[in-house]
C-alpha cells in the first residue's frame, strides 16, 4: 500500500505538508496523490474513531453478529443476496464467510428488542435466507487494531542517554 | 572518617547532565525528545513468552553463557543477517544489555596504560569503562562537516604503540551517523595495520534506513578481531529487559565468561526467554517499527533545518543531532533554556563530548514531534536568530 495511505489510515488529520516532509515528497505532489485516492474512491472518506465503551451510556445501541445461511441466486450468487440485506441501515457491517454459513451480518440497534425484530420480520423472513444463529456482543475489547480503552501514558524517564 | 572512595571511581567524571535530570523531576507536560530508548512497548509475543515461562515456574539461574536456545538462536540469527558464523557453544556470550558486553571486553583486554580509541562524539560509557579498567581513552574528534564519521587515516593519527583497541558504534548514539561497507574496508585496512581489536557496538543496527547494514567481522580478516556485540533493546523496545550479547573469537568469549561468570553469574532467565521469542517471531514487529522511525526522521530533519537547526541527515538510530551555532549559545544553556521556556526536554551534546549540538531522539510519537517544533520555533524567534 502507498506510504501516503498508510499515514492517512493511522491519523487522517496528517497534513499534507507533514505527509511530505515525512516521505521527502512536495506539499503538491502528496495533495495531488490524494485529490486522485479521494475521486478514485480507495480513500472513501474521513471518519472519526469514537471509543463508546467510555460513554457509559446506558441507551448506547447493541449490537449483534447474524450469521446467516442462504440459498444463492442463479447466475448472481451471493452478492445479489448480500446486497439486499446491507441496504438496511440497521447492518453496520456485511461479510460473506467460508464455512458453515454464508454471510455474517453485524446488526446494530437500539434494543435487544430492535434487534431481534430486524432479525425476525427482514432477515428471517426473506426469500433465500435459510436459517439465522445470533449473538449478541457484550463487551468490546478491541475493534479494528484499536484497543477500546484509554492510552496509557508513555511511562519512560524524560531523558536517558 | 567514612568511606574512602578509590582513585579509579573518583576519577571517572560525573555524568555532563546530572544537572539536567533534577531539572527535568518533577516538571510537568514535559515534550521529551530526551529519551535514547523506543516509545513503543515490547511487541506483545515476546512480553507473552516471558510471562508463560514465569507461569512454568523458570526462575532459576541458567549457564553462566546463557540458555542454550537462545545461544543457538542469536548464532542462526546472524548466519541469516549477515552470513556471520559464531559458534553458539564457545564462541557467543548471553549479557546484560551491550553495556555489559563492552565493559566485559574492555576488561579482557586492557592492562594498566593501554588505549582505546573512541570516535567522538559518543555514548557516554565507552570513555570511563576504559578508566575503570586502568586504560586511557583517547577520543577522536568527529563533526558535522564530516558526517560524525571516522576514516582509516584518522586511525593512523591517532594510534601510537599504546593503542590497543577501538571502539566502533553505527548506526551511532547520538549522531545516528552509519557507515557503509566501502567506508568500514577504509577503517579495518587501518585496524589490521595498526594490530588493533574492535569493539563494535551494532545495537542500532536494524535502524539502518538508506544502505544495508554491514556488520564490522563480516569484513576481511576482521573477524578474528573483533568482539562484536548486540542486544535486543533498540529493535525489539526491550530496553528494560537488559539483555545484549556478545560474539567473538573463542579465547576472548573464554575470557569474558570467566569475568561474567563472577560478576553477573547469568543474565535474568524470563529476559532470556524473551529474546528467544524475539529471534524467532519479533522480525515483523522490526520491520514496522523501523519505517515509523523512518518517516519521523524525515519529518523532523526537514522541520529542524527549516528552523535553522543545521542537521546532518542520520543513516540510522533514532537521533539526530542539529547545530545550535547559528543561536549563539553554547548547548547546555539552550538545552537548559528550552526546557524552562518551552518544556522541551534534549540533551546538549556536551554530554556526548560535542559543544554546539543538542541531541534529539526522534523515537517519540509524530504528534510529540510536531509539538516539540512549534515550541522549539517558538524559543528560536525569542532568542535572537530565526
Not at chain 2, 582513585?7 to 525528545?33: H, N
Request: neutral net charge.
Amino acid at each position: 500500500m502507498d506510504e501516503i495511505l498508510e499515514i492517512l489510515e493511522k491519523d487522517a488529520r496528517t497534513t499534507p505538508e507533514e505527509i511530505a516532509k515525512m516521505l521527502s515528497m512536495t506539499p503538491g505532489s502528496v495533495r495531488a496523490a490524494i485529490k486522485r485516492y479521494e475521486k478514485e474512491g480507495v480513500i472513501l472518506k474521513y471518519k472519526t474513531i469514537i471509543n463508546k465503551e467510555l460513554l457509559r451510556d446506558e441507551h448506547a445501541d447493541v449490537r449483534a453478529l447474524i450469521e446467516v445461511r442462504v440459498t444463492p441466486k442463479k447466475n448472481v450468487g451471493f452478492d445479489y443476496i448480500a446486497e439486499r440485506i446491507y441496504q438496511f441501515p440497521e447492518v453496520s457491517s456485511c461479510y460473506l464467510m467460508s464455512g458453515t454459513y454464508d454471510l455474517l451480518v453485524v446488526v446494530e440497534g437500539k434494543s435487544l428488542h430492535t434487534v431481534s425484530n430486524f432479525v425476525s420480520e427482514k432477515l428471517s423472513s426473506m426469500e433465500n435466507v435459510r436459517g439465522t444463529v445470533t449473538h449478541f456482543i457484550l463487551q468490546k475489547y478491541k475493534e479494528d487494531t484499536d484497543i477500546l480503552r484509554k492510552a496509557k501514558k508513555d511511562k519512560r524517564q524524560a531523558i536517558s542517554l | 572518617m567514612g568511606i574512602k572512595i578509590s582513585k579509579k571511581a573518583e576519577s571517572i567524571p560525573p555524568s555532563g547532565i546530572r544537572v539536567f535530570f533534577d531539572l527535568v523531576l518533577g516538571m510537568k507536560d514535559i515534550v521529551s525528545l530526551g529519551v535514547g530508548e523506543p516509545d513503543f512497548v515490547t511487541p506483545w509475543n515476546i512480553r507473552e513468552a516471558a510471562i508463560y515461562s514465569l507461569e512454568e515456574g523458570m526462575t532459576s539461574y541458567t549457564s553462566n553463557k546463557g540458555v542454550l536456545e537462545l545461544r543457538q538462536a542469536i548464532s542462526k540469527h546472524l548466519v541469516h543477517r549477515y552470513g556471520l558464523e559464531y559458534d553458539y557453544d564457545d564462541e557467543i556470550l548471553v549479557t546484560v544489555g551491550v553495556s555489559e558486553g563492552v565493559d566485559l571486553a574492555l576488561r579482557a583486554i586492557i592492562d594498566n596504560g593501554d588505549k582505546v580509541l573512541i570516535p567522538q562524539p559518543s555514548f557516554v560509557s565507552y570513555g570511563p569503562n576504559v578508566i575503570l579498567c586502568g586504560g586511557t581513552p583517547v577520543y577522536m574528534k568527529t563533526t558535522h562537516e564530516n558526517g560524525f564519521k571516522i576514516t582509516g587515516k584518522d586511525i593512523d593519527e591517532y594510534c601510537d604503540k599504546k593503542t590497543k583497541a577501538i571502539v566502533l558504534n553505527y548506526p551511532n548514539n547520538p549522531t545516528g551517523a552509519s557507515y557503509s561497507k566501502n567506508e568500514l574496508k577504509d577503517i579495518a585496512k587501518a585496524v589490521k595495520k595498526h594490530d588493533l581489536t574492535v569493539l563494535s557496538d551494532e545495537v542500532y543496527c536494524d535502524l539502518t534506513y538508506d544502505f544495508p547494514h554491514t556488520a564490522f567481522p563480516t569484513l576481511p580478516d576482521m573477524r578474528e578481531r573483533t568482539v562484536y556485540l548486540n542486544g535486543f533493546s533498540k529493535a525489539y523496545a526491550m530496553t528494560g529487559w537488559r539483555i545484549g550479547y556478545a560474539c567473538g573469537p573463542k579465547n576472548i568469549i573464554h575470557s569474558m565468561t570467566k569475568i561474567h561468570q563472577y560478576t553477573m553469574m547469568c543474565v535474568p532467565i524470563m529476559s532470556q526467554m524473551g529474546a528467544i521469542e524475539a529471534l524467532k517471531h519479533g522480525e515483523r514487529s522490526v520491520q514496522e517499527m523501523k519505517r515509523e522511525y523512518r518517516r519521523r526522521r524525515e519529518y523532523i530533519i526537514t522541520a529542524l533545518n527549516e528552523l535553522g537547526l543545521t542537521c546532518h541527515k542520520p543513516e540510522g538510530a533514532f537521533y539526530a543531532l542539529p547545530s545550535i551555532k547559528s543561536t549563539g549559545m553554547k548547548s547546555m544553556e539552550f538545552a537548559k533554556g528550552l526546557l524552562s521556556e518551552e518544556k522541551v526536554a534534549v540533551v546538549p551534546g556536551t554530554a556526548f563530548g560535542l559543544e554546539g549540538c543538542i541531541r534529539i531522539s526522534y523515537a517519540s510519537s509524530l504528534e510529540n514531534l510536531k509539538e516539540a517544533i512549534t515550541r522549539m520555533e517558538r524559543f528560536l524567534s525569542k532568542h535572537g536568530r530565526r
